[in-house]
């Protein structure tokens, strides 16, 4: 699994903890190991352009997601992977504003940076929350996968 990461915000950031748990949740899904992840992290602003840009909102948000290729879904042993990598897509951070919702939401920016991430996995793989059932969905997954990292996270330090 390639991920690659860059961080243009202008705010330190554990990047590795990120990459981390972009690997654990793509591997947990079945994600194909040959597929490919880009995270990005930036600035309130450019967030901000970012959202009017391709989701029509007014101001910054916490992530997006921008899916690329869908068929770098490992659907189990019936389903032979395929043989080439393939872009699962872009998932692009706002540190500033995940330490905004961070100290409302009584955890870590480090946190909630990882929370973050989980979900922008989860947009790339196609789930989304919309609908009162898709939402119990993907953040009862979303929750699943964090609790698992943070236990696998806690065993190796």
């Known amino acids: 699994m390639s991920i690659e990461i860059a961080n243009e915000s202008g705010t330190e950031v554990d990047t590795d903890s990120i990459l981390a748990v972009a690997r654990y949740a793509l591997d947990e899904m079945g994600v194909n190991p040959l597929a490919e992840l880009s995270v990005l992290l930036v600035d309130t602003e450019y967030m901000a352009e970012l959202n009017h840009r391709w989701m029509g909102g007014d101001g ?5 997601a921008f899916p690329m ?3 770098s879904i490992d659907h189990g042993p019936g389903e032979p992977p395929g043989g080439e990598p393939t872009l699962l897509g872009d998932i692009v951070l706002a540190p500033g504003v995940a330490a905004k919702q961070a100290a409302g939401a009584g955890h870590s920016a480090a946190e909630e940076l990882h929370l973050l991430t989980v979900h922008g996995v989860l947009h790339l793989l ?15 997954l979303q929750a699943r996968l964090l609790s698992g990292w943070q236990a696998q996270a806690r065993r190796s330090s």
């Open 60 to 64: 910054p948000t916490d992530v997006l």
């Open 126 to 140: 196609g789930y989304d929350h919309a609908e009162p059932e898709e939402e119990r969905e993907m953040f009862g």
């Open 69 to 71: 290729d869908e068929g």
